[in-house]
């Protein structure tokens, strides 16, 4: 396990979300799953406590840990994206299987977890400051999904 890992907090499925991350994200696999040795606090003995995964290649542990915490916008996944393509899969991927979407490129998975599917013509756009990144700012206000040809009309001046 590496020395550094995000931790999620899951109320059990921690498996099946892992094993969704992995088939939709490269570089992302589903590591070890561990199961209670007794019973604990929204399970029982024998049922999944925690599984080791990763998304894009960052360290992840899933934690079955029950009801008691619900994640929050306060924390999510930034996936940077190449092209609509790309920003399209993964958005459907996650709002299609039980997600729901929010605003400026945000949207979360069925387990709640907030994830920004960010094309990097955006993170670009932003990088550079004044007029461009004011035009790709408010372009993006606007959006759900980011549309990747209004961003590069707002970068290059149109709207």
């Given at each position: 396990m590496a020395?550094?890992?995000i931790c999620l907090w899951y109320d059990h499925d921690a498996e099946a979300a892992a094993r969704f991350y992995a088939q939709t994200f490269p570089d992302s696999a589903v590591g070890a799953v561990h199961r209670a040795p007794s019973d604990f606090p929204g399970g029982k003995a024998g049922d999944v406590l925690t599984v080791e995964f990763t998304?894009?290649?960052?360290?992840?542990l899933g934690l079955n840990g029950g009801d008691a915490f619900k994640p929050s916008e306060a924390f999510s996944f930034q996936i940077a994206t190449d092209d609509q393509a790309e920003t399209d899969?993964?958005?459907d991927a996650i709002v299609g299987h039980g997600g729901a979407a929010s605003a400026c490129g945000w949207c979360k998975d069925r387990w709640g977890l907030s994830w920004q599917i960010t094309p990097r013509v955006l993170t670009e756009a932003m990088a550079r400051g004044g007029a461009v990144?004011?035009?790709?700012?408010?372009?993006m206000m606007g959006m759900q999904k980011i549309d990747v040809a209004a961003i590069e009309a707002a970068v290059r001046g149109g709207r």
């Open positions: 020395k550094n890992t998304v894009c290649g960052v360290p992840c899969r993964y958005w990144a004011k035009r790709a700012f408010e372009a």
